[in-house]
Nanobody
C-alpha cells in the first residue's frame, strides 16, 4: 500500500511562492507516475501537473509558473509554485499510479490509484 502525505501549503499574497511536498511511503515510487491536482470550493478536481520518467506535463493555467519535480532518494515529489494568483486558491492533492503515460489519460483523476489527503493553498489579492 502506498501512503502519500502533502505539506507546504499555506496563506500567501498574490505574486508570492510556495513549494508543496508529497512524501511517499510503503513503496518506492521512482517508476510511478506522480501528479498534482487541485480542487477549489464548489469545483471538480483539476489537473495541475504530472511527471513520469523524465517527462513532465503542466496545465496551461500554470505553465511557466509551476514546476513539478521529484527526488527519488527522498521518495518525494515537489510542486514549486511561483507568481501565485488568487485563482490558484484550492486544496492541492498529490497522486500516484504505477503505470506510465502511454495509453493513460494523465490529466484525469481516475488514472491515479493513490491519493494524499490534500494541503490548502490560499492566495490573497
Amino acid at each position: 500500500q502506498v501512503q502519500l502525505v502533502e505539506s507546504g501549503g499555506g496563506l500567501v499574497q498574490a505574486g508570492g511562492s510556495l513549494r508543496l511536498s508529497c512524501a511517499a511511503s510503503g513503496r518506492t515510487l521512482s517508476t510511478y507516475t506522480m501528479g498534482w491536482f487541485r480542487q477549489a470550493p464548489g469545483k471538480g478536481r483539476e489537473f495541475v501537473a504530472t511527471l513520469s520518467g523524465g517527462i513532465t506535463y503542466h496545465a496551461a493555467s500554470v505553465k511557466g509558473r509551476f514546476t513539478i519535480s521529484r527526488d527519488n532518494a527522498k521518495n518525494t515529489v515537489y510542486l514549486q509554485m511561483n507568481n501565485l494568483k488568487p485563482e490558484d486558491t484550492a486544496v492541492y492533492y498529490c497522486a500516484a499510479d504505477p503505470r506510465g503515460f502511454y495509453g493513460v489519460e494523465y490529466d484525469a483523476p481516475r488514472s491515479y490509484s493513490y491519493w494524499g489527503q490534500g494541503t490548502q493553498v490560499t492566495v490573497s489579492s
